[in-house]
């Protein structure tokens, strides 16, 4: 039996760190091989940060952080590689996801785009591997919504032949996978994840994430500043839907908080204990509205959060577990899902899903930057 060995790259909208995994695909079957996790530099975080956030900078600081990137995205691949104790010439492809700097879905732009960078090209070239890239664009030019990406790799992975699944991706963002055993996919963003929780915390407390959600449980919910975030427009909104940080940031929560009259004073905990709880609300509350699930799985760095964790068992009132259980480690998952979109553009078969996107047909999505002609030895 042919055994394929294929590369996911992925960086969410946290901007933590670059997940690379190295997945092993047979005719019928799949599994990960190995992982490794590659720093990003506390300076180029700072400029991601900046792009994502910001609406004016320059062309030239958008093109050398694309590059920048791009060259951290094949260090991964290579240090992945290394660990593996495997050649460039045993991987059919790499699939890279780049870091989002901009999500313009329809309904939000005349001319909707996503844009992800970090340079395919030098990918490829330094690796000495194909790599498959942008793959959202051609969804967004058939109508859809070009994200979320990962439901159906879900459904490939976590599908059960008799119990309804619930399959939500914690990341930045959040969004939803709906499973279940008449083979129907139904996905779409909730909104918020751990990044509004992480940029709290470390204005606050000088630490990327708040640890198990430990700063939060020593807060008070504060029932008007929760109605005030829950009013943001998104969260009505009908399937399918996407969002970034675009939307949910803090300027935007800094814009709530400043307009409350000046008697309303929020204790810093008091709002990480408000913004966990928004965001297990409108995780919990989108899904529910669409269906009760018999089993709830998380991926994702919202995973390792206990706090949030509980919260979303008592609101679920099922035990909420990790993807660990179903045999992938919550942070593989969205790498592992680039990987295996790459392996079906390989094949030219397609790796989107309508009923997810609202893209108008099934396509293959991803551009191709096939691998340079190796030099005569």
């Known amino acids: 039996m042919t055994t394929e060995l294929y590369i996911g790259l992925m960086s969410g909208t946290s901007i933590d760190s670059i997940d690379a995994v190295l997945l092993e695909v047979t005719k019928e079957h799949f599994q990960l091989l190995n992982h490794y996790c590659h720093d990003i530099p506390n300076d180029l975080k700072l400029r991601l940060d ?3 956030t910001c609406n004016s900078y320059s062309i030239d600081r958008i093109g050398e952080t694309h590059q920048e990137l791009g060259y951290l995205f094949a260090q991964a691949a290579m240090s992945l590689l290394e660990k593996s104790g495997k050649k460039s010439t045993e ?5 890279s996801h780049g870091q989002t700097i901009r999500h313009r879905p329809p309904g939000t732009s005349p001319f909707p785009f996503s844009w992800q960078i970090g340079d395919a090209s030098v990918i490829s070239l330094l690796t000495g591997i194909t790599t498959v890239a942008d793959f959202r664009s051609k969804d967004i030019a058939a109508g859809g919504q070009g994200a979320p990406l990962a439901p159906i790799f879900h459904r490939a992975f976590f599908s ?3 119990k309804s699944r619930a399959i939500i991706n914690i990341g930045g963002i959040s969004n939803l996978s709906k ?10 963003d909730l909104g918020p994840g751990n990044r509004l929780m992480d940029a709290w915390c470390e204005m606050h407390q000088g630490k990327p994430f708040d640890e198990n959600g430990n700063w939060a449980k020593s807060g008070i919910v504060s029932e008007s500043l929760l109605e005030k975030l829950l009013a943001h427009p998104f969260l009505s909104q009908p399937h399918p839907k996407s969002t970034g940080r675009e939307e949910f940031n803090l300027d935007w929560l800094n814009a ?15 709002v990480q204990a408000t913004l966990l709880e928004f965001t297990a609300t409108c995780i919990a509350k989108q899904t529910l509205e669409l ?7 998380i991926c994702g760095g919202g995973a390792f959060n206990t706090a949030l964790m509980t919260r979303l068992s008592e609101l679920f009132n099922v035990g909420v577990k990790s993807t660990a259980d179903l045999g992938i480690d919550p942070q593989q998952v969205e790498s592992a899902g680039f990987a295996w979109l790459a392996m079906r553009t390989m ?15 099934d396509l293959v999505l991803g551009a191709i930057y096939p691998a340079a002609p190796r030099s005569p030895s």
Do not use: M, W, Y
């Open 50 to 52: 900046e792009l994502t």
């Open 160 to 162: 059960s032949p008799n």
């Open 179 to 188: 499973l279940d055993p008449n083979n129907e996919l139904i996905g779409f």
């Open 291 to 297: 269906f009760s699930p018999d089993e709830v799985f």
């Open 347 to 361: 094949k030219n078969l397609t790796n989107n899903c309508p009923s997810v996107t609202g893209a108008t047909r």
């Open 256 to 270: 709530i908080l400043e307009g409350f009259d000046e008697q309303t004073v929020f204790l810093p905990q008091d």
């Open 91 to 95: 991987i059919s492809a790499i699939g």
